[in-house]
């Protein structure tokens, strides 16, 4: 079972994050707000984008897990992966269900504020074809599915 381990939420989005889950794959993850309950214990430095890898903290777990989060959170929600062009020509992505707008990793930028009204539809296609992020997003979605048994 997913435990929660937060009073409260920082992520962008969290007041207004209560889409309904459209699968039963992970059956305690019914909100956003229950994903990253069980994230939160789960993002590792072997989850984190490689290039910034040596940068991952304990202290800082959503830094360089913005993708294969954003797409997992597709599967289990539904809706539409986002992304804000960054410095570098990286995306940071984050998620749209509905009328719903949320980004479970922005933390990782602590004070900075991102603009969500400036972005790019993102391709699971696309983000995939970096075999290195589709094994990443893999061993996530095994995490999850393990934690939450």
């Given at each position: 079972m997913c435990k929660q381990n937060?009073?409260?939420y920082n992520f962008y989005?969290?007041?207004n994050a209560e889409c309904q889950a459209v699968t039963d794959e992970f059956k305690n993850v019914k909100t956003p707000k229950d994903l990253y309950d069980c994230l939160s214990n789960i993002w590792c430095a072997e989850t984190c984008a490689p290039r910034l890898r040596a940068s991952w903290k304990e202290e800082?777990?959503?830094h360089g897990q913005c993708s294969i989060t954003s797409f997992l959170v597709q599967d289990i929600f539904g809706g539409e992966v986002r992304g804000i062009l960054r410095k570098g020509g990286t995306y940071h992505c984050f998620n749209v269900v509905g009328?719903?707008?949320?980004d479970l990793t922005?933390?990782?930028f602590g004070d900075e504020k991102l603009?969500?009204?400036v972005y790019e539809v993102q391709s699971r296609e696309e983000h995939?074809?970096?075999?290195?992020?589709?094994s990443r997003y893999l061993l996530l979605k095994e995490k999850l599915s393990n934690y939450c048994k």
């Open positions: 937060l009073k409260e989005g969290w007041e800082n777990k959503t009328d719903i707008e949320f922005s933390e990782q603009d969500y009204t995939f074809s970096d075999a290195d992020k589709y």
